[in-house]
Nanobody, 118 residues
């Protein structure tokens, strides 16, 4: 069972930047994708950014050009660099690792709060 621990959330003004980090307890060969989702109260969890083991990256339209996902496999760490933050980016951000096979298995962190407010 992979344990994921997020850090880096906090309060930032509009236009500011934050970098989220997600450390995995172990390196699992069968992990096919890693990334970040976010959720606000009353809404479904949504994809922010995801990178496959082959290196292709998918971003939500709302964050393209502002957020950058990166991976340091040597440190079992996934990063989300967030620039030009907007109040609409306020959410709990969750780290996700996926095993994609006959069925999809998701591993989640506990989440880190990001609040964008003047």
């Amino acid at each position: 069972q992979v344990q994921l621990v997020e850090s880096g959330g906090g309060l930032v003004q509009p236009g500011g930047s934050l970098t989220l980090s997600c450390v995995a307890s172990e390196s699992v060969f069968s992990i096919n994708a890693k990334g970040w989702y976010r959720q606000v109260p009353g809404k479904a969890r949504e994809l922010v950014a995801l990178i496959s083991s082959g290196g292709s990256t998918k971003y939500a339209d709302s964050v393209k050009g502002r957020f950058t996902l990166s991976v340091d496999n040597g440190k079992n760490t996934v990063y989300l660099q967030m620039n030009s933050l907007e109040p609409e980016d306020t959410a709990v951000y969750y780290c996700n690792h996926k095993i994609i096979g006959a069925r999809e298995i998701d591993f989640w962190g506990k989440g880190t709060q990001v609040t964008v407010s003047p």
